[in-house]
């Protein structure tokens, strides 16, 4: 083990847990970046001298990034949403999704808040969910096909939808039901309604928290990268252009250097991949994160905005969302925007921001003092849609040398790209010294 040179392509969070978990067993490991900074999706911007997240904010209270908030002498900085109120707004509608909803199908639907969205028409329709037989549509894991038959359009349009596509970046067709609300199928069939299957998941299973670190979840990037720094030599600024087996070893090769290793993981998105590994892999779309700096007192929409036409921006504001950033952020009401399908163009991206912002907030001017832009690629999230490139990774599996792990191929999401990278450089280490893969 010792002696083994080991490449990790990418320096995002399933680069830097790759490259840990191989570096800890003494393997000798380079990790090239091509950004200037490591961290990928998971970075700061400034925003007047402070730093905020502009891509990942939030982690699961309880799983794998916990126990590396843990490893990492982080856990007294964990800090509790202030609210997780989401709004949704559309031309004829708006108003906060009501509590008691999973995936945004509600429970009652003659709630106050559902009727708000939905109206008394929506609502009546969606009553006929307690009507029918609960298997005259079989076993459904479509969910806009279920939430379409048994509560009609308008739930899966203003409710279901927007949530789907505000939360996911997913229109609810490609969301599988069963994966994203485990146990629904099997309580509809139990309590007779859909409706029914949500109220009695959400009295059984308290919903996952999610949590963030003061100071923001760049945080654990950098205290990640500290620590692989310790192990491993961590190169920025080095743009890997291709990486050839000669049946010996790896050639890695940025424009500058070539390293030869007799491991290779590859954690960049999927437009690099495909270009380093010749893969046949579509780039994944790109969003744009806008954050700005307002002079606006916190309107009542907050602290998070679905629209309910798509694909347009979501916005959220992270001084209702978390502590830390209203203390930091003073007299400024931060507003962040996630921009879909955004222009090439900066100037036009963050006008179409600053318009979009104004009219889902329900506000007449924002009064912007600064502004950021970050692009980021969005991969479809594996928690909830049916197939994220599984086949893609089996293709790898026959070189023995050689893992692909992140977001592209696990599927988006820290908990999803954290666990995989761990388990698959686990993988490869395993396959490196006993010539094949553990069972597991
Ligand atoms: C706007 C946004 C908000 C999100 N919010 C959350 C959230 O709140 N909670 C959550 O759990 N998840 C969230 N996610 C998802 C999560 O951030 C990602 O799934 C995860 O960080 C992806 O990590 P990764 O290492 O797979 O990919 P990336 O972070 O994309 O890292 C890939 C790295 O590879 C590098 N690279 C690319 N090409 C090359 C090359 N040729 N040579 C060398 N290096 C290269 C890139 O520069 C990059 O640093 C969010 C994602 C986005 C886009």
Redesign the pocket.
């Known amino acids: 083990m010792q002696g083994t040179r080991v490449v990790v ?7 830097l847990v790759a490259a840990r978990q191989v570096a800890k067993v003494g393997m000798s490991v380079t990790l ?4 200037d900074t ?5 970075r700061s911007v400034d925003i007047e001298g402070v730093l905020y997240d502009a ?5 699961p209270a309880e799983g794998a ?1 916990r126990e590396l908030v843990r490893d990492l002498g982080l856990d007294d900085d964990i800090v509790p949403l202030r609210s997780d109120r989401t709004w949704i707004v559309g031309q004829k509608a708006a108003g906060p999704l009501p509590a008691d909803t999973i995936l945004g199908i509600p429970a009652n639907p003659w709630s106050v808040e559902s009727r708000r969205l939905i109206g008394w028409r929506g609502a009546w329709r969606a009553f006929l969910d307690r009507l029918r037989p609960p298997l005259t549509i079989g076993h459904q894991h479509n969910l806009a096909t279920l939430v379409s038959s048994r509560m009609g359009d308008r739930v899966l349009g203003r409710m279901v939808a927007p949530l789907a596509a505000g939360l996911f970046g997913v229109a609810p067709e490609e969301v599988d039901v069963d994966k994203a609300a485990p146990g629904i199928s099997a309580a509809l069939t139990r309590t007779g309604s859909l409706g029914g299957a949500v109220g009695a998941l959400l009295g059984e299973n308290p919903r996952t928290a999610h949590v963030s670190l003061r100071g923001g ?1 760049h945080r654990l990037a950098a205290a990640l990268a500290n620590d692989v720094s310790a192990l491993a030599d961590v190169r920025v600024g ?4 291709s990486a050839t087996h000669d049946g010996a070893q790896w050639r890695v090769r940025t424009v500058e250097e070539e390293w030869e290793a007799d491991l290779l993981i590859v ?3 999927a437009a ?1 991949a495909d ?2 590994l010749a893969a046949g892999v579509p780039a994944d779309p790109e ?1 744009a ?1 806008v954050t700005l700096a307002t002079l606006m007192p916190p309107p009542p929409r907050s602290p998070r905005v679905f629209p309910m036409a798509w694909p347009a921006p979501t916005v959220a504001l992270p001084g209702e969302e978390w502590e830390w950033v209203k203390q930091e952020s003073g007299t400024r009401t931060l507003v962040r925007l ?1 921009v879909p399908e955004p222009s090439e163009d900066e100037f036009a991206t963050v006008a179409q921001a600053v318009e979009q912002a104004t009219s889902l907030l329900g506000v007449s001017e924002l009064e912007v003092v600064a502004h950021t832009v970050t692009r ?4 479809a999230p594996s928690s909830v849609t049916e197939t994220v490139r599984g086949d893609e990774r089996e293709r790898w599996k026959t070189s023995p040398h050689l893992a692909v ?4 191929i ?1 599927g ?6 954290v666990a995989d990278s761990r388990a698959e450089a686990d993988a490869l280490r395993h396959r490196a010294i006993w010539g094949n893969t553990p069972q597991s």
């Open positions: 392509v990418g320096g995002g969070m399933a680069g090239l970046e091509a950004a490591v961290g990928g999706c998971v891509g990942a904010d939030r982690f990034v979840v080095a743009q890997v252009t954690a960049t998105d690099a270009h380093i969003v994160v996630i980021l690629p969005r991969a792990v992140g977001q592209w696990a988006s999401g820290l908990e999803q790209v």
